[in-house]
């Protein structure tokens, strides 16, 4: 049987119980839209992480106390929170060459008041002037802190884009007083909005002096991290071994009590736990292209039992039983490669939707496109082939007899 027949019957065949074929398809293109709105999904927070950290600024180091062991995280060699980070260290990593800038952090959470009356339970992260350097961090208006504020305990304080806008609206905060605990602190800068770095948005941070904020605030002498700027990649890999060597030696320990993070490092780790989670939502995705395909092979086996006496008919008058399998096979690649069409676009209109009204970044790939399409013919030919296998190996005189 030529090719142009087979196609011409399948869609006659299709078109003879639009209803039911339409519900087949509508379970493809559930399907479908749900594995390529997921994989943009997956894509679209890959590629956002990845430039917001390249925002933050290249080339960058940080320290962090603890040590990381696989599936644990970040855990102290001995009781309790991890504190090694004080300011020796800083001075230690000061004296190795190849380093453009370096901040010790300090990170904690309280509640921020405004005079306006408008508060916000936010990150409140004490730092030195280098901190603006190495997280590539600029001034949208007013000053930075200087060497003198930050030796003479000066309670000043610069506020991302987003908590400005929430503390005081559409009041000019410079000058404006916040109060932090029981200390008032006066606003001397507003940082240009970065957005945010996979679970950190510096946007949402009012940042203080790291003496103000070790002394005043948190009450301790220990850092949560030091972040380092190094001049070139070419040395990131020298800069950190010599850290690591020089603070082993300061510590007085046999292996590091902290751990040297790179930005890849940081990259890497959250891209795996992104693509860990892609794939959980694209199997629990799948499970309703399988469902779909079972649809499938339901629908061709009622209509290979309501087709019965036509079959056998085709076959008493020379019809082969390869050309009875190709036409059941065709029939359900068709559904499926319509549901895979209408699912492909059904996908990209929610991954779009989902991108406009959450603000989520979003990434349509080709891959995704071809993966699905590659899929929906799979389906089609692995759940339509029993029907028609069952549908070829019809004896024409049982068939013919068939009620």
Same mark, same amino acid.
């Given at each position: 049987?030529?090719?142009?027949?087979?196609?011409?019957?399948s869609?006659?065949?299709?078109k003879?119980?639009?209803?039911?074929?339409?519900?087949?398809?509508l379970?493809i293109?559930?399907?479908?839209?749900?594995?390529? !709105?997921?994989?943009?999904?997956?894509?679209?927070?890959?590629?956002?992480?990845?430039?917001?950290?390249?925002?933050?600024?290249?080339?960058?180091?940080?320290?962090?106390?603890?040590?990381?062991?696989?599936?644990?995280?970040?855990v102290?060699?001995?009781?309790?929170?991890?504190q090694?980070?004080?300011?020796?260290?800083?001075?230690?990593?000061?004296?190795?060459?190849?380093?453009v800038?370096? !901040?010790?952090?300090?990170?904690?959470?309280?509640?921020v008041?405004?005079?306006?009356?408008?508060?916000?339970?936010?990150?409140?992260?004490?730092?030195?002037?280098?901190?603006?350097?190495?997280?590539?961090?600029?001034?949208?208006?007013?000053?930075l802190?200087?060497?003198?504020?930050?030796?003479?305990?000066? %309670?000043?304080?610069?506020?991302?884009?987003?908590?400005? /806008?929430?503390?005081?609206?559409?009041?000019?905060?410079?000058g404006? /007083?916040? %109060?932090i605990?029981?200390?008032?602190?006066r606003?001397?800068g507003?940082l240009?909005?970065?957005?945010?770095?996979?679970?950190?948005?510096y946007?949402?941070?009012?940042?203080?002096?790291?003496?103000?904020?070790?002394?005043?605030?948190?009450?301790?002498?220990?850092?949560?991290?030091?972040?380092?700027?190094?001049?070139?990649?070419?040395?990131?890999?020298?800069?950190?071994?010599?850290?690591?060597?020089r603070?082993?030696?300061?510590?007085?320990?046999?292996?590091?009590?902290?751990?040297?993070?790179s930005?890849?490092?940081?990259?890497?780790?959250?891209?795996?736990?992104?693509?860990?989670?892609?794939?959980?939502?694209?199997?629990?995705?799948?499970?309703?292209l399988?469902?779909?395909?079972?649809g499938?092979?339901?629908?061709?086996?009622?209509?290979?039992?309501?087709?019965?006496?036509?079959?056998?008919?085709? %076959?008493?008058?020379?019809?082969? $039983?390869?050309?009875?399998? $190709?036409?059941?096979?065709?029939?359900?690649?068709?559904?499926?490669?319509?549901?895979?069409?209408?699912?492909i676009?059904?996908?990209?209109?929610?991954?779009?939707?989902?991108?406009?009204?959450?603000?989520i970044?979003?990434?349509?790939?080709? /891959?995704?496109?071809?993966?699905?399409?590659?899929?929906?013919?799979?389906?089609?030919?692995?759940?339509?082939?029993?029907?028609? /296998?069952?549908?070829?190996?019809?004896d024409?005189?049982?068939?013919?007899?068939?009620?």
């Amino acid at each position: 049987m030529r090719i142009n027949d087979l196609i011409q019957e399948s869609i006659d065949s299709l078109k003879s119980n639009k209803l039911r074929t339409g519900l087949t398809i509508l379970g493809i293109i559930i399907g479908i839209a749900a594995v390529i !709105s997921m994989i943009s999904l997956g894509e679209g927070s890959k590629v956002s992480i990845q430039r917001s950290i390249e925002s933050l600024g290249s080339n960058n180091l940080i320290v962090f106390p603890g040590i990381v062991q696989p599936g644990r995280g970040f855990v102290s060699s001995g009781r309790g929170e991890a504190q090694v980070l004080k300011r020796d260290d800083v001075e230690e990593i000061k004296k190795i060459d190849n380093i453009v800038a370096i !901040s010790p952090e300090v990170q904690r959470r309280f509640q921020v008041v405004a005079e306006t009356g408008n508060n916000r339970n936010t990150t409140v992260l004490g730092v030195d002037i280098g901190f603006f350097t190495v997280r590539n961090m600029e001034i949208e208006n007013g000053n930075l802190f200087t060497d003198e504020q930050i030796r003479s305990y000066s %309670k000043v304080a610069i506020l991302g884009n987003q908590i400005a /806008k929430d503390l005081f609206g559409d009041v000019d905060p410079i000058g404006k /007083k916040i %109060k932090i605990r029981n200390l008032t602190f006066r606003v001397i800068g507003i940082l240009k909005a970065k957005g945010s770095t996979g679970f950190v948005s510096y946007d949402d941070f009012v940042i203080i002096p790291y003496t103000v904020m070790q002394k005043q605030l948190a009450g301790t002498e220990y850092f949560n991290s030091i972040a380092v700027k190094v001049d070139s990649k070419e040395n990131i890999e020298k800069v950190r071994e010599e850290i690591t060597n020089r603070l082993t030696v300061l510590h007085r320990v046999d292996e590091p009590d902290f751990t040297v993070f790179s930005q890849e490092d940081i990259l890497s780790t959250l891209t795996s736990i992104i693509n860990t989670f892609t794939i959980f939502l694209s199997f629990i995705a799948g499970v309703s292209l399988l469902v779909g395909g079972i649809g499938i092979m339901n629908m061709m086996l009622t209509s290979v039992t309501e087709r019965t006496k036509e079959i056998g008919l085709r %076959k008493a008058v020379g019809a082969r $039983n390869s050309d009875i399998l $190709n036409q059941i096979l065709l029939e359900s690649v068709f559904i499926t490669l319509l549901g895979g069409i209408f699912g492909i676009l059904l996908g990209i209109l929610i991954s779009y939707g989902v991108s406009k009204i959450a603000n989520i970044t979003t990434y349509i790939s080709l /891959k995704a496109i071809l993966i699905s399409v590659i899929v929906s013919t799979a389906i089609g030919l692995i759940f339509g082939y029993y029907p028609a /296998k069952r549908a070829s190996n019809l004896d024409p005189i049982v068939a013919l007899r068939y009620e």
